[in-house]
């Protein structure tokens, strides 16, 4: 067996550590993007999900101002923390409207009086329907909606603290 033969096995494994490394130092983009960006947000017309509250439709999502179009439950842990991070939003003059998926008026209600109510509007969808033609897979999820009513960015998850100045300067390029 020549020499370099039996160095071989030596080279191989640090060319398979090395690689590791560097997928660990350097993670894939775990990010999803949504195929409806740059698209209309699709028509529809929610039933209002609270009482005495406006109900939603698509053409409330197109009058001239860029929203903050937020998709959540009652029943979801982490809408419950995104909800501060919302209501910091709308003090800073955005414009949020929500879709409650699959939820109950009272439970609704409570989850508000809880948390607080950063909402504008908020429309029902019971059977997850316009969920499902948004593109999204859970709760919470958040989309920029341009004044023309086209969507600009999905926001999948909780939109934390941190994200707030990516989301002011999304919504800003949205005008």
């Not at 109900?55 to 842990?77: H, K, M, Q």
């Not at 919470?140 to 990516?166: L, N, T, Y």
């Amino acid at each position: 067996m020549s020499r370099a033969l039996r160095f071989a096995p030596l080279v191989l494994l640090v060319l398979v550590v090395g690689a590791l490394l560097w997928r660990l130092a350097t993670p894939a983009d775990t990010s999803v993007r949504s195929g409806l960006e740059g698209q209309p947000v699709p028509s529809f017309t929610l039933d209002t999900a609270l009482s005495g509250k406006p109900a939603l439709s698509s053409s409330d999502l197109a009058t001239g101002e860029p929203r903050l179009l937020n998709i959540f439950a009652s029943w979801c842990v982490p809408c419950a923390t995104e909800v501060k991070v919302l209501q910091e939003l709308k003090a800073r003059g955005v414009k949020v409207d929500g879709i409650a998926i699959r939820d109950r008026p009272d439970d609704l209600a409570g989850f508000l009086a809880r948390h607080g109510d950063p909402y504008e509007r908020i429309g029902a969808d019971p059977q997850s329907a316009l969920q499902i033609a948004l593109g999204s897979s859970g709760v919470p999820e958040s989309f920029i909606v341009d004044g023309k009513g086209i969507i600009r960015k999905q926001h999948i998850g909780a939109i934390e603290a941190s994200d707030v100045p990516a989301i002011l300067k999304e919504l800003e390029q949205a005008r």
